[in-house]
T-cell receptor
Framework: DGGITQSPKYLFRKEGQNVTLSCEQN?????MYWYRQDPGQGLRLIYY???????QKGDIAEGYSVSREKKESFPLTVTSAQKNPTAFYLC?????????????FGQGTRLTVV | EDKVVQSPLSLVVHEGDTVTLNCSYEVTNFRSLLWYKQEKKAPTFLFMLTSSGIEKKSGRLSSILDKKELFSILNITATQTGDSAIYLCAVRPYLRGGADGLTFGKGTHLIIQP
């Protein structure tokens, strides 16, 4: 089935550790996005990528890093520099920046710092 | 900076009631407005609106956009307990120097009581 797969669903991290969240899509979409969701805050854009080997910072990129080595994959690393990493992380994709269509979301990863 | 404001932030009604959810926005170079339903994890797409005054309808849900007054409404008639969810409104601008991605509001948490 086509879709977006995020893993793991739940992740626990000790303070000072980097962790990487996986996002894979088999929809042949060019554009991929990472959002963070906190209670009462809606979704906020962390990073996005329109094409392989290129990505742009979103509104809250500090403390995060990404890579886009393959069209299907857009992993997000939460670094130790991120002061408040506990949140729900959603990955999304859409066809192409030139096509005005909806974004499809993965099931999310809930990250907890312990 | 793009801005999306949803109201109310939470709403509790009884099954069978009709509800109206509001979304106002400020965005440079507006392209489209999208509504999503988030029940547990992944937001699922409901509507995309690009033109004023044209109602989009899907079963008991409908939505309309007013580009002059910069707002949209989402109506749900004959509500059911399965409509309980967070409803998210998002706007997409035209590209701004390669930028893309949706700007989301904080969402309306709708609870339908039996």
């Amino acid at each position: 089935d086509g879709g977006i797969t995020q893993s793991p669903k739940y992740l626990f991290r000790k303070e000072g550790q980097n962790v990487t969240l996986s996002c894979e899509q088999n929809l042949n979409h060019d554009a991929m996005y990472w959002y963070r969701q906190d209670p009462g805050q809606g979704l906020r854009l962390i990073y996005y990528s329109q094409i392989v080997n290129d990505f742009q910072k979103g509104d809250i990129a500090e403390g995060y890093s990404v890579s886009r080595e393959k069209k299907e994959s857009f992993p997000l690393t939460v670094t130790s520099a991120q002061k408040n990493p506990t949140a729900f992380y959603l990955c999304a994709s859409s066809i192409h920046e030139g096509v005005d269509t909806e974004a499809f979301f993965g099931q999310g990863t809930r990250l907890t710092v312990v | 900076e793009d801005k999306v404001v949803q109201s109310p932030l939470s709403l509790v009604v009884h099954e069978g009631d009709t509800v109206t959810l509001n979304c106002s926005y400020e965005v440079t170079n507006f392209r489209s407005l999208l509504w999503y339903k988030q029940e547990k994890k992944a937001p699922t797409f409901l509507f995309m609106l690009t033109s004023s005054g044209i109602e989009k309808k899907s079963g008991r849900l409908s939505s309309i956009l007013d580009k002059k007054e910069l707002f949209s409404i989402l109506n749900i008639t004959a509500t059911q307990t399965g409509d309980s969810a967070i409803y998210l409104c998002a706007v997409r601008p035209y590209l701004r120097g390669g930028a893309d991605g949706l700007t989301f509001g904080k969402g309306t948490h709708l609870i339908i009581q039996p």
